[in-house]
């Protein structure tokens, strides 16, 4: 059965058009779009999840477990929206549409990769078909940001902005491994798509470590703190947060790297273990062009690596020690 992945999303009757040509209209397909409209989000508007099987391409399938729309519909990705706002900030946004058995649209959702509030206007200046695909796929991405220093084959360290294809890395099960591709993007630090910070120390870094906030951390216990029921363990940087020690980072742009080798790794960043990118069905559209015909190879590879078992869910790291307790699990 293909993974389940939750989408956060808004109705596109939460945008609706306040000036401009499609005036009193909500956000809609790219075909009805008009440049210079002027949107604005609702107040009682709330972000839920769309719960879609995934795919290497679209369309999505909308599981049994969905809080919105109808099990079983079709998720096709129509294009990505750039908005600006007064202060000259721009957001993007994934337009998604659900479409019945019979291929009629049954309702439009916005999926924003930038927090956005009801008190900005947005002004509708950028629609891409093209790349919304590539957009959604780097959402899904386990990403560094710059300067974080990642253990070389030799022991060196070194900044992951400066790594390239070829160069060769310590893993935690296969030694050195020679990276196959560094992927970059750079996002707005808003809200929950802020970095999430892990202060040195924390779980035993050598300094601040800045991550995506889905990115997971790989722990090995010596003594199992939190009742896991098991030595090693994959946790998500943001179920680590707690105000103090782990924090979101929020402010400005951040430049987030993406690492890939052969197979799914463990890696080294500032001295702790984190896992690199894994090549699935919602990865894989984040790759050029160019690798597509190494992809035959890589997914086999990170299929058979992937050690996303090890996952452990929120309700065991919902207090607010976890770190300090997963930190002495694994001997600091």
Known sequence: MKPTTALDVYPASALRVINGANLGDALSW???LVHDDIYRLSPV????????RSAATPPFRISEASELGTPGHDVHLDCCVTFMSGSGETTECLVLVETDAEGNAAAVYAMPLAEMTS???????GVSEDGALARYAQTACTSFTAGTLITMATGAQKPVEDLKAGDRVL????????????GHHTARATGSFAPIKIDAGALNNSRDLYVSPDHRLFIYQRRDEIGAGRAELLVRARHLVNG???????????DYYQMLFDGHQIIYA????????????????????????KLSTLIPGHRKTDISDLEIGEALLSRPDV??????SSGG
């Open 30 to 32: 790219a075909d009805d």
């Open 45 to 52: 508007s709330m972000l839920k999840p769309l719960a879609v």
């Open 119 to 125: 008190k900005a206007d947005y002004v509708l200046v």
């Open 171 to 182: 893993t935690r099960d296969d030694g050195p491994q020679e990276i196959r591709w560094i």
């Open 244 to 254: 103090t020690t782990v924090t979101t980072a929020p402010g400005g742009f951040v």
């Open 270 to 293: 500032e001295g702790i273990a984190a896992e690199s990118m894994l090549v699935n069905s919602q990865t894989q559209a984040a790759l050029p062009e160019a690798m597509a015909d």
């Open 323 to 328: 770190a300090s307790l997963l930190r002495k």
